[in-house]
Each structure stands twice: as structure tokens, then as C-alpha cells.
């Protein structure tokens, strides 16, 4: 039996780094209703590829905001005193007021 793989199977089984590919990009262009269009991944330009990584990069920087944000939220609540059950931002509120 011989075994068919794609371009893009041959390329995420060559190397770790290369596993995660994705079978589809969001793409520079906007679709009807203002839509990031996505792109199969083999079908992608090196341009796709570029926007892609920019798009997932936003992404990523707003997800990293997101968890120093809920981070700090719960460090508050813990110097407060707060314990697992207690509402995290009432006592981050008074972990702020304690500090004015």
C-alpha cells in the first residue's frame, strides 16, 4: 500500500516547529460585511502568511492583556483577604481603598 500525504501533511510531519500549521489563515482581505476572509493554508501567499501572523499576533497581545488583567484582579482580592468563594472584585475594591 502506498501512502498519500499532502504537501502540507509532508511539511508539519518534517519538522516540530512546522506541526501546528493550521489548515486555513485569516487573510489582509475583508469580506461582504467587513469579514476577515480565511484562506486554506495551501492556497495562502506569502502575503496571507504575513497578515495571518499579524491578525494572530493582535490576538495574542490582547489575550496577554486580558490575563495580567485578571492576574492583578486576583492578587488585589487575595491581599485583601479575600478565599476562593468571596466575589474577586469586591475585595479588590477594598484592597484599593485600603491603599488611598
Same mark, same amino acid.
Given at each position: 500500500?502506498?501512502?498519500? =500525504?499532502?504537501? #502540507?501533511?509532508? #511539511?508539519?510531519?518534517?519538522?516540530?516547529?512546522?506541526?501546528?500549521?493550521?489548515?486555513?489563515?485569516?487573510?489582509?482581505? #475583508?469580506?461582504?460585511?467587513?469579514?476577515?476572509?480565511?484562506? @486554506?493554508? =495551501? $492556497?495562502?501567499?506569502? $502575503? $496571507?502568511?504575513?497578515?495571518?501572523?499579524?491578525? #494572530?499576533? $493582535?490576538?495574542?497581545?490582547?489575550?496577554?492583556?486580558?490575563? =495580567?488583567?485578571?492576574?492583578?484582579?486576583?492578587?488585589?482580592?487575595?491581599?485583601?483577604? @479575600?478565599?476562593?468563594?468571596?466575589?474577586?472584585?469586591?475585595?479588590?475594591?477594598?484592597?484599593?481603598?485600603?491603599?488611598?
Amino acid at each position: 500500500m502506498f501512502k498519500t =500525504t499532502t504537501p #502540507l501533511q509532508r #511539511l508539519r510531519e518534517s519538522s516540530y516547529a512546522l506541526a501546528d500549521l493550521p489548515d486555513s489563515v485569516r487573510t489582509g482581505e #475583508l469580506g461582504e460585511y467587513g469579514q476577515p476572509l480565511s484562506k @486554506a493554508v =495551501t $492556497d495562502a501567499t506569502v $502575503d $496571507d502568511v504575513a497578515f495571518a501572523i499579524q491578525a #494572530l499576533g $493582535d490576538e495574542a497581545d490582547a489575550i496577554y492583556r486580558r490575563v =495580567t488583567a485578571l492576574r492583578q484582579l486576583h492578587d488585589r482580592a487575595r491581599r485583601a483577604g @479575600a478565599r476562593g468563594a468571596d466575589l474577586a472584585v469586591e475585595a479588590a475594591v477594598r484592597f484599593e481603598e485600603r491603599r488611598k
